[in-house]
């Protein structure tokens, strides 16, 4: 929430599910840090940042983070038209600074969520 730390996303997920919302999707959060993706630099300035709890790159999803992300998730891809291809991970946007998330655990939380954009 510090501009001056340019550290932020828009919500972070915990482990148990909880979610807390650090800023509506139309603000800029620093999230991204120097990254491209898709021929576009800067992710800040134009995509939603959000996060699970912990070390991602080391452990496993659980089910109640992962529908917690969903329910944030799918009216935003909506609201904005997007698909699951629009949907990626540090390690994508930022390869050799940022790992997360484990590339498995990314595949299980877009099958997740393939299933709750039906």
């Not at 929430?1 to 909880?18: D, F, K, L, Q, T």
């Not at 990254?35 to 800040?44: A, F, Y």
């Not at 600074?97 to 590339?103: A, E, H, N, V």
């Amino acid at each position: 929430m510090n501009p001056a730390s340019r550290v932020s996303y828009h919500c972070i997920v915990a482990r148990e599910g909880r979610r807390t919302v650090l800023a509506d999707p139309d603000e800029r959060a620093w999230h991204a840090g120097v990254s491209s993706w898709l021929g576009r630099k800067d992710l800040n300035s134009w995509s939603v940042g959000a996060a699970f709890e912990g070390d991602t790159n080391e452990r496993e999803l659980g089910l109640e983070e992962m529908a917690s992300m969903a329910d944030y998730l799918v009216p935003i891809m909506k609201r904005y038209d997007l698909v699951l291809g629009d949907v990626t991970d540090h390690r994508t946007v930022s390869p050799g600074r940022k790992d997360d998330l484990r590339p498995q655990e990314l595949a299980r939380f877009k099958s997740y969520l393939s299933t709750r954009l039906s």
